[in-house]
T-cell receptor, first 116, second 109 residues
Framework: NAGVTQTPKFRILKIGQSMTLQCTQD?????MYWYRQDPGMGLKLIYY???????DKGEVPNGYNVSRSTTEDFPLRLELAAPSQTSVYFC???????????????FGSGTQLSVL | GQSLEQPSEVTAVEGAIVQINCTYQ??????LSWYQQHDGGAPTFLSY????GLEETGRFSSFLSRSDSYGYLLLQELQMKDSASYFC??????????FGKGTSLLVTP
């Protein structure tokens, strides 16, 4: 199994450009997440999805959009990129349906994004 | 809202034991998780405590006290490869993990 796969690994954007970060998982997980991590900081939740067709905002959703048309894919869209969106983005997935067990996340390798 | 507090940096000697503490404030609580992240890498799951007490997994142990809103990660027989950042995280009333800012552990010879 490949696990959680993110593309691209690196990207440089100009201010105002748009792009989509791709995330796919082959573990048949229902729960998927997007986090961003700024230098020396923890991970902040951007959006999450509990199943195909269902998404919800996390702590820092502004400037981002997501969709979940299939169980496997959870792309993150950046519209009108800004320098404040320079960060490392991690996609993650989880199997459990139970909140109490929803603690083990499998992470992708990350996308390092710079907006200049 | 919720918050998690953990030390920003810890330094320890190879072969020693180190404890990384985490205190949390959350409106709902289901359990405390720990993740490890090496520089440039992705976070990886270490342990999870839903109930009070100690969970042991090899050289790593994790402890939870729900009444004190406190937990810790204990690393024994430290090795150089244990140099990494360690994050505590909680599941609140939502469906996602919220992470602390992380503790950078440096293991020295």
């Amino acid at each position: 199994n490949a696990g959680v796969t993110q593309t691209p690994k690196f990207r440089i954007l100009k201010i105002g450009q748009s792009m989509t970060l791709q995330c796919t998982q082959d573990m048949n997980h229902n729960y998927m997440y997007w986090y961003r991590q700024d230098p020396g900081m923890g991970l902040k939740l951007i959006y999450y999805s509990v199943g195909a067709g269902i998404t919800d905002k996390g702590e820092v959703p502004n400037g981002y959009n997501v969709s979940r048309s299939t169980t496997e894919d959870f792309p993150l869209r950046l519209e009108l990129a800004a320098p404040s969106q320079t960060s490392v983005y991690f996609c993650a997935s989880s199997y459990s349906f139970s909140l109490g067990d929803n603690e083990k996340l499998f992470f992708g390798s990350g996308t390092q994004l710079s907006v200049l | 809202g919720q918050s998690l507090e953990q030390p920003s940096e810890v330094t320890a000697v190879e072969g020693a034991i180190v404890q990384i503490n985490c205190t949390y404030q959350t409106s709902g609580f289901y359990g405390l998780s720990w993740y490890q992240q090496h520089d440039g890498g992705a976070p990886t799951f270490l342990s999870y405590n839903a109930l009070d007490g100690l969970e042991e997994t090899g050289r790593f142990s994790s402890f939870l006290s729900r009444s004190d809103s406190y937990g810790y990660l204990l690393l024994q027989e430290l090795q150089m490869k244990d140099s990494a950042s360690y994050f505590c995280a909680v599941v609140d009333s939502g469906y996602a993990l919220n992470f602390g800012k992380g503790t950078s552990l440096l293991v020295t010879p």
